[in-house]
């Protein structure tokens, strides 16, 4: 059996990092691959934590706040968690370059053979990205074992242009269960009854409330579509540090009763079936595992710019500029995906190559692969 530590340089929530990998593991084959988590922060998922422990597995916190001195924690928790914890393959997930590049140093430094690095999003294009990028090409040119993504968008933000250009990139896609994400029309209707909705355009955003999520953008944009669609409603799926500042907004724009903030739900495919687009004004991304997961429902997904335009399924995609003086543009863009008819899409989906088991089957593969070629080594 490979035992692999999954690393996360963020708290572990319902995020996409945590959907993506936790889709993996479902699907592994647990004699081959044990999967232990650590974070240096939180476990604010407990179902996560649960589900993990199932498969034989373990999940690890130090439980320091987050946002306070976050790459110095991570830093020293990893270094302190490996110092004393033994594992053949690490495997780094984060938005951040800090913990993508530092991490496998400080893995190879403890004895760790196979050292994975996962680009799973982009970021902003500013001077201290530009910095942190060039400062970081040494590290990746030395310490990560095999490199990884969600998108070619998120490889070429994160890695150097050398690994990119002799395809050192393995492309992992956000793959879903198409079993449990698929249209249906009767749990459409169920839900909506349930919700005492009847012909009422709704609008659906699921992510953490953040300044990478961008929702105050979207509570301008959703105001906006009041004015054409006055009985229209917005849901709004999870929790974060943005919550309360989204929340004020909707109040002083009085449309409380248009809005309805959800929290973190477990029925995620009933709810995207009940839908009618989602929408999605992302600072920057990777590719959006809730995209994914809205596509294979046959949902249209109208996105920013920022987002990959690598969506499985072109017909239900729209990128839009996230300049103020266009949210015109983002309005019609939603009225023109409301009229695409909503159907199976599972074919699609596979043949895009987002089929969660054929995924799961590529990174076990990975992983014992690179097991194997360190056994062969010595």
Same mark, same amino acid.
Request: net charge negative; hydrophobic share 40%.
């Given at each position: 059996?490979?035992?692999?530590?999954?690393?996360?340089?963020?708290?572990?929530? *319902?995020?996409?990092?945590?959907?993506?990998?936790?889709?993996?593991?479902?699907?592994?084959? +647990?004699?081959?691959?044990?999967?232990?988590?650590?974070?240096?922060?939180?476990? =604010? *998922?407990?179902?996560?934590?649960?589900?993990?422990?199932?498969?034989?597995?373990?999940?690890?916190?130090? =439980? +320091?706040?987050?946002?306070?001195?976050?790459?110095?924690?991570?830093?020293?928790?990893?270094?302190?968690?490996?110092?004393?914890?033994?594992?053949?393959?690490? +495997?780094?997930?984060?938005?951040?370059?800090?913990?993508?590049?530092?991490?496998?140093?400080? /893995?190879?430094?403890?004895?760790?053979?196979?050292?994975?690095?996962?680009?799973?999003?982009?970021?902003?294009?500013?001077?201290?990205?530009?910095?942190?990028?060039?400062?970081?090409? $040494?590290?990746?040119?030395?310490?990560?074992?095999?490199?990884?993504?969600?998108?070619?968008?998120?490889?070429?933000?994160?890695?150097?242009?050398?690994?990119? &250009?002799?395809?050192?990139?393995?492309?992992?896609?956000?793959?879903? &269960?198409?079993?449990?994400?698929?249209?249906?029309?009767?749990?459409?209707?169920?839900? @909506?009854?349930?919700?005492? !909705?009847?012909?009422?355009?709704?609008?659906?955003?699921?992510?953490?409330?953040?300044?990478?999520?961008?929702?105050?953008?979207?509570?301008?944009?959703?105001?906006?579509?009041?004015?054409?669609?006055?009985?229209? @409603?917005?849901?709004?799926?999870?929790?974060?540090?943005?919550?309360?500042?989204?929340?004020?907004?909707?109040?002083?724009?009085?449309?409380?009763?248009?809005?309805?903030?959800?929290?973190?739900?477990?029925?995620?495919?009933?709810?995207?079936?009940?839908? =009618?687009?989602?929408?999605? $004004?992302?600072?920057?991304?990777?590719?959006?595992?809730?995209?994914?997961? /809205?596509?294979?429902?046959?949902?249209?997904?109208?996105?920013?710019?920022?987002?990959?335009?690598?969506?499985?399924? $072109?017909?239900?995609?729209?990128? !839009?500029?996230?300049?103020?003086?266009?949210?015109? &543009?983002?309005?019609?863009?939603?009225?023109?995906?409301?009229?695409?008819?909503?159907?199976? @899409?599972?074919?699609?989906?596979?043949?895009?190559?987002?089929?969660?088991?054929?995924?799961?089957? +590529?990174?076990?593969?990975?992983?014992?692969?690179?097991?194997?070629?360190?056994? &062969?080594?010595?």
């Amino acid at each position: 059996m490979v035992k692999v530590l999954e690393v996360f340089r963020e708290p572990l929530a *319902n995020g996409g990092q945590e959907s993506f990998i936790m889709n993996m593991l479902r699907n592994m084959d +647990h004699d081959q691959i044990q999967m232990d988590f650590m974070t240096p922060f939180t476990c =604010d *998922n407990q179902s996560l934590k649960a589900e993990v422990e199932s498969y034989g597995g373990r999940v690890y916190t130090y =439980d +320091h706040e987050f946002g306070k001195n976050n790459n110095q924690v991570f830093k020293e928790s990893l270094s302190d968690f490996l110092s004393s914890h033994s594992y053949e393959t690490v +495997h780094f997930h984060s938005g951040s370059t800090y913990a993508l590049m530092m991490g496998p140093k400080i /893995a190879s430094e403890a004895g760790v053979k196979n050292r994975i690095v996962h680009s799973h999003c982009g970021g902003d294009d500013n001077l201290k990205y530009r910095l942190i990028k060039a400062m970081s090409v $040494p590290y990746f040119m030395k310490y990560p074992t095999q490199f990884c993504a969600c998108s070619m968008l998120a490889a070429k933000w994160k890695f150097p242009k050398k690994i990119i &250009d002799e395809n050192k990139v393995d492309i992992l896609k956000n793959a879903v &269960d198409l079993d449990r994400f698929h249209y249906d029309p009767k749990i459409r209707d169920e839900i @909506r009854a349930a919700s005492g !909705l009847k012909k009422e355009i709704v609008l659906g955003h699921i992510g953490r409330f953040s300044r990478q999520k961008n929702q105050l953008f979207l509570i301008d944009i959703f105001n906006c579509f009041l004015k054409r669609h006055a009985d229209a @409603r917005l849901w709004l799926v999870g929790e974060g540090e943005d919550l309360d500042k989204v929340k004020s907004k909707v109040r002083e724009l009085g449309i409380e009763k248009q809005v309805d903030f959800l929290g973190l739900r477990k029925d995620i495919p009933d709810l995207l079936n009940a839908m =009618d687009a989602l929408v999605l $004004p992302s600072l920057f991304e990777g590719l959006p595992v809730v995209g994914v997961e /809205a596509q294979a429902v046959s949902l249209p997904v109208i996105a920013s710019e920022e987002v990959t335009k690598e969506m499985p399924v $072109p017909e239900l995609s729209r990128y !839009l500029s996230l300049e103020p003086d266009r949210l015109i &543009d983002w309005i019609e863009a939603i009225e023109e995906m409301l009229l695409v008819k909503r159907k199976d @899409r599972k074919q699609e989906m596979i043949e895009a190559g987002y089929e969660v088991k054929e995924a799961a089957a +590529h990174l076990q593969n990975l992983y014992l692969n690179q097991s194997k070629e360190k056994d &062969d080594d010595q």
